[in-house]
């Protein structure tokens, strides 16, 4: 009888030292991204990295994977929606065809400075997109900035509507896009962001269009010679978890995961604010002549893509789209 006791005492000692072993293993996790590690994108993602860890106790610790290391936008994307790579910070657009209101973001023109972006990115339309994320797998954690979106070339100056006519461009792979440059009179080539230095190095293409800090941490200033502001778009990124890594934290883990990337999204926009105060003139220091549009030619660009929004209103949702308007005209309004 006595031994009896001793070997269930012994087992549920056992089985009392397995579980409080289990409850402090740490969680582990990768976090992927396209940009360079000087990008602020990728200091951004440092501090969240280290303040995941600080607000978990360091039950949730994680590594940030720079430089697409773990494969293109849309490869890591799949990776997150199955499961197999934990958390992913960049554009949505590889979503599009499964999320329509992410195509918002490619339309030409809404915005006219970053207050109305970031204003935005905390609102209401955009927590709608993540919660069509939910459904094929992937928990949305917040968005934050990539900027504004100018055109580069090797050709010549961009500073009227007609100077873009006949320019090969790379453009994203994505219909809102193409349809826009193709509008204005380009000759707009879909690829991926990769190919896109040797491209321009080899002549295969006139140039592309991107955020300025992008362009700089990407090395655009070595083979491109004019820089348009045209601030025609702005590209936005948001950092999401695999629901699978996602629904496996703790409540309490949850909470300090948010709070992490809460405040690595304050950082990454800071710092890209920064960046596009100072990287101008580190782009005419390489050689790169950047010109501003003057209004009246802008305002000639503005009105010649209006037919593109009006063709994709339907595509992404006249509802969605009229609410997402509603909401960059309430901070004009405020003003």
Request: with cysteine; charged share 25%.
């Amino acid at each position: 009888m006595r031994k009896s006791m001793l070997k269930k005492i012994a087992v549920a000692v056992a089985f009392g030292f397995l579980a409080g072993s289990s409850a402090f293993a740490a969680v582990t996790g990768r976090v992927g991204h396209a940009m360079p590690e000087d990008h602020p994108q990728a200091k951004a993602m440092n501090k969240f990295v280290e303040l995941a860890a600080k607000y978990t106790n360091n039950n949730v610790q994680l590594k940030a994977f720079h430089s697409a290391t773990l494969g293109s936008d849309e490869k890591m994307l799949q990776a997150v929606q199955a499961g197999t790579q934990e958390l992913y910070i960049g554009t949505l657009a590889p979503f599009s065809a499964k999320v329509k209101e992410v195509q918002v973001w490619d339309l030409p023109f809404l915005f006219a400075n970053t207050k109305e972006v970031y204003t935005v990115l905390d609102g209401a339309a955009c927590k709608k997109i993540f919660e069509k994320l939910e459904p094929i797998g992937v928990h949305g954690l917040m968005w934050t900035g990539m900027g504004f979106r100018n055109l580069s070339n090797s050709k010549r100056p961009v500073t009227k509507l007609e100077d873009i006519n006949g320019l090969k461009v790379r453009v994203m792979a994505n219909p809102v896009a193409l349809e826009t440059w193709k509008t204005l009179g380009a000759n707009a080539v879909p690829m991926a962001f990769a190919e896109v230095f040797t491209a321009l190095e080899i002549k295969a293409i006139d140039g592309q269009e991107n955020p300025l800090v992008h362009m700089y941490s990407n090395k655009m200033q070595e083979v491109q010679k004019y820089i348009s502001l045209s601030n025609h778009v702005y590209t936005p990124v948001a950092l999401v978890a695999s629901k699978k890594f996602w629904d496996g934290l703790s409540a309490a883990d949850k909470q300090g995961v948010q709070k992490a990337a809460d405040e690595a999204r304050l950082v990454q926009r800071q710092l890209l604010d920064e960046g596009d105060r100072d990287v101008i003139k580190k782009f005419g220091d390489a050689g790169v002549k950047v010109d501003a549009i003057p209004p009246a030619e802008l305002t000639k660009i503005q009105e010649k893509v209006k037919p593109v929004i009006a063709k994709f209103a339907p595509q992404i949702g006249e509802e969605f789209l009229k609410e997402f308007q509603a909401e960059i005209e309430k901070v004009r309004a405020a003003k």
